[in-house]
């Protein structure tokens, strides 16, 4: 249970356990190399951390993740992102309530500013599912972004993992989603619309040992990192420390 679990961790996946309850965490240590893939909008390459941790029960599944960008002076903390997701089902068909919550905060400029990343609340359903010796889960959600001027909007996300020959495994997020222009504040005031963005995180591990593993994360982004309109393409190597 626990080796299918670690895997279902690195997917996101809300699903719930099935039977008894499991859990699993990691912490993960990244080098990232967007600098030198996007020198434009990104001064240095900067390690980052990742922590995951997940528990599932008959009922749903509980997932906590938070990532920590380590591009300050002399490297340190520079931002922090929280990911909080919850999944309920109290009924036979294999849909769950899918509840929701991100946020953080960022500096620039050596600490002497800084800046929020908006708080977002999601209510929605997901739908796990087996494929072929793999498994994920889809969920569709209502978002509500609490910028100056809130934004309402539909999310769509959907997980995937597999193990391959015992060491290897491979899991894949992507989510889409839409948000106000004009956020309510004076950088955004002569703005409308919707604004469409998307993120594909694609994580690759190798088990070099019990509980250690190596490998990369590739992030594939439009409009999440940059608002100009790019496809943008940041890959990582780092380890990763399941317990």
């Avoid at 626990?2 to 990244?30: F, S, T």
């Avoid at 997932?63 to 591009?71: F, R, S």
């Avoid at 010796?133 to 910028?147: E, K, P």
């Avoid at 491979?170 to 604004?195: C, E, I, M, P, Y």
């Amino acid at each position: 249970m626990r080796k299918r679990c670690i895997p279902a961790l690195v997917c996101g996946l809300v699903a719930g356990a099935g039977g008894h309850a499991a859990r699993a965490q990691e912490l993960q240590l990244h080098y990232d190399w967007r600098h030198a893939v996007d020198p434009r909008t990104n001064p240095a390459d900067f390690p980052a951390l990742t922590f995951k941790t997940f528990k599932g029960f008959d009922f749903g599944s509980f997932l906590l993740k938070m990532e920590g960008d380590l591009n300050g002076t002399r490297h340190n903390l520079s931002k922090l992102y929280v990911e909080i997701s919850q999944g309920l089902r109290f009924w036979k068909p294999a849909v769950y309530l899918h509840l929701e919550y991100t946020g953080g905060l960022g500096l620039f400029d050596g600490a002497t500013g800084g800046y929020y990343l908006d708080n977002a609340y999601l209510l929605g359903a997901a739908h796990p599912f087996p494929w072929q010796g793999s498994w994920g889960s889809v969920f569709l959600a209502y978002r509500y972004t609490n910028f100056q001027r809130p934004s309402r909007d539909p999310e769509l996300s959907l997980y995937w993992g597999k193990t391959f020959h015992g060491r290897w495994s491979f899991a894949s997020t992507a989510v889409a989603w839409t948000a106000n222009r004009n956020h309510g504040d004076a950088a955004t005031a002569q703005l409308d619309g919707k604004r469409f963005s998307s993120l594909i995180e694609n994580e690759v591990w190798y088990q070099a040992v019990p509980h250690l593993s190596c490998g990369s994360l590739i992030r594939v982004s439009y409009n999440v990192f940059t608002a100009d309109g790019r496809l943008l393409l940041y890959p990582t190597v780092g380890i990763r420390y399941s317990f």
